[in-house]
């Protein structure tokens, strides 16, 4: 049987993480800078996102702002018939006049993340802008049946094959003057992790915390090997990833005290789409690429998620965890530490 994380694991855990919110909450009840006002944004009109995890929290609001910015928005999303028809009811009444659909993916299924890429492709849609925002936190333990474990399944390697499988349509939508972005919502707790190479999956030893943590390390790392990777090939895409502040949204439902302190304490979901809308069409980001951004700057990651060992090993690890579900003839390389 798997063991679990001990109650001193736990407990410091919390005590990290309590400090990493409290500061955050701080620096952005008393320090917030001025949101989207006064920036600069790349076209936008006609363009076209894709977004997952957008029919609630930050990724509703998001998919709001970029429509609001003429942008057609495709959402993928693992909600019911219903529920979908809903939220999209409510965006179209609000932007009449973009395009805007909601497709099923379970992203915990690999198998459901490559019908979905392919159904993007023959959709013959253009992509602009992809945003890899859909996560689950702190979740009980479940190895899924592709044998992947929950966190490191829906967070990190379903991004990592959907941005795979829509690279050829990412790669023909940008161009020298306007490229194409890749966005990931990773997090501030990136920097109390390290990666457990012996146990990607958590196969002997699982700690709810540690799991999403090092989900949230592996993105920051995909980020800067992938950035690399597409400027090496003179690729007009760029790859950013953000942290969206300390957002109230369904994320902490594994969180008992987050329903009495979080209406009071966090943001609302508009700010954190207010980082993830900077980090996707800001101009002032148009020359960089590879950065972590929070509050609508660029800000050093942690050191451990800046190793280039480290990052070709999970580079690595991560297209050989995927290579199930890739073509036999596969144009990413083992290396990108060059
Ligand atoms: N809120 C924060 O304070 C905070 C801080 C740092 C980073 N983040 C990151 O921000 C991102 C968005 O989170 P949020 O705060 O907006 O939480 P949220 O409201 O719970 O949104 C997460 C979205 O992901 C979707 N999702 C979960 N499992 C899925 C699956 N198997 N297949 C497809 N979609 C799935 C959810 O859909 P269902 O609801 O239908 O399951 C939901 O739409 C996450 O990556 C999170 O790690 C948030």
Known sequence: ??????????????????????????????FLKSGLSGQVFMRCEGRTALITGGTTGIGFETAKKLLSFGMNVIIGSNSSAAESEKCLQLLRSLYPKCKVEIWYVD?????????FAEKYIHSG????VLINNAGIMFAPYKITEEGLESHM????????????????????SGNPKCKARIINVSSCLHFLSQINF???????DYCPHQSYMQSKL????????LNRFLKNSNCPVLVHCIHPGVINTNLYKYVWWA??????????????????????LSAELESKGGKYIEEYSEVKPSKYSKDREMQSRLWNETWKTLQPWLDEVDDIPSDTSE
């Open 1 to 30: 049987m798997v063991s679990q994380c001990n109650f001193s694991e736990i407990i410091s855990l919390y005590i990290f993480s309590a400090w990493y919110w409290l500061v955050e909450c701080l620096n952005r009840l008393f």
């Open 107 to 115: 992203l915990s299924s690999m198998e459901s993340v490559k019908a």
């Open 125 to 128: 849609l253009p992509l602009h």
């Open 153 to 172: 399944a829906v967070n990190y390697f379903s991004h990592c094959l959907l941005t795979k499988l829509l690279l050829p349509c990412i790669k023909k």
């Open 198 to 204: 012996h146990d990607l999956n958590s196969v002997y």
């Open 218 to 225: 592996c993105q920051v790392m995909f980020t800067r090997s």
């Open 259 to 280: 329903k009495y302190l979080a209406p009071i304490f966090f943001q609302k979901p508009e700010i954190g789409a207010e980082v993830a809308v900077y980090a996707a």
